[in-house]
């Protein structure tokens, strides 16, 4: 047979019963794994609820690649570009049996959602291995990475993992206006901040410091410090100064609201509201992150669910 009269292969379709069981798999992992994120999801219509379960779950994978301490680096970049590959053969039409990719391929055609955008979810977790590999043999304090050296090195790689994210968030919803766009990255961007702060000794633990280089040194800080037993009272005023960025920013997740398909507009106002008020709890404990780990009480993100579902009614 000529090349001319060759005929294309079929993309693959996977059958209703699989897609069902995929997307189940990626709802247990976010509501497992997703401590503000799920009950956002919960107030979406089924569809939309799904389709960002599965995102959650492939952004989920990607950070369990990236955090596994039982790799080297290099392995951990390999394993992170076969997972990528794998993803790009499924968008493709080839067959696959990881839940994940089931799910997540269903939902962006679903949801016309960009292949750039899941791609670049995957380059922003990359980043951590990259920095990681790179700041090795430079860092003052041995065991110990300070990611990025000024605060715009640091908002592109918060592009890449939340802002990103945002953009992912409003195709599911449904949005027509472009003006919708910069506001949603604006506000993945607060998120990601509020959660540097949140984790700043959980992160030291693993040996990153997302803090900019530039802003520990304006306030006479070094990374060594948070190895040790840090004193809450002489990061007080970074912390401070990341939050009122934080703050900036979420006026943007409130002006994103009217832009988004009403059925998703309450979803948006509870993930806002759950991410905001964890902020100012932690403003409340004088931006003391290191004691124990600042966050809302299940009964609380039940409340301001409950509110969400009254704005769908």
Known sequence: MSAGTQQVPIPWTPAPPQLVMAYSVCKGITRTAAKNFYYAFLVLPRRKREALCAVYAFMRRCDDIADDSTLSLPDRRQKLDTWLGALHRAQQGEPTDDAILLALTDAQRRFSIPAGLLDELALGTAMDVEEAAASAQTTSAPGLTI?????????????????????????????RDPAAEPLAERCGLAFQLTNIIRDVKEDAGMGRIYLPEEDLAKFGLSASELLATPDP????????????????????????????????QPALWVLVTIYRRLLERIAEKQYDVFTAKVALSRWEKLRILGKGFFKRT
Do not use: M, N, W
């Open 233 to 264: 009272a002489r990061f007080r005023p970074l912390l401070v100064l990341e939050a009122d960025r934080a703050r900036e920013f979420y006026a943007s997740g409130e002006a994103l609201i009217p832009y988004i398909s009403e059925d998703s």
């Open 147 to 175: 990611q990025y050296k000024t605060f715009e090195d640091l908002r592109l790689y918060c592009h890449r993992v939340a802002s990103v994210v945002g953009l992912v968030c409003i195709h599911v919803f449904g949005y």
